[in-house]
């Protein structure tokens, strides 16, 4: 079983994630984690955002980044025609 600790919240945050336990038909644990890793996902992707639009600045490392786009697109298919199923 994982370790756990004690993290101390107002009395209100304690009643919203009773509420949300209570509709999600959840523990509170459980509505704390998702919650949790849904923030992380949430600022990892802001964090790529971030990157990609400081990466846009630069015409040339754009262009860059363009062209190695362009170039793994082609190997998506590699030129190779999709199998067909046969239907009885």
Do not use: F
Not at 24 to 41: F, M, N
Not at 51 to 58: F, G, N, P, V
């Amino acid at each position: 079983m994982p370790t756990t600790t004690t993290v101390r919240i107002s009395r209100e945050t304690q009643q919203v994630l009773q509420t949300l336990a209570a509709i999600e038909g959840e523990t509170i644990r459980g509505v704390l984690e998702r919650a949790v890793w849904s923030y992380q996902r949430r600022a990892m992707l802001e964090e790529g955002n971030r990157a990609y639009a400081k990466l846009r600045e630069s015409p040339k490392d754009w262009a860059e980044e363009l062209e190695e786009r362009r170039i793994w697109e082609a190997t998506l298919s590699d030129g190779l025609k999709a199998k067909r199923r046969k239907t009885k």
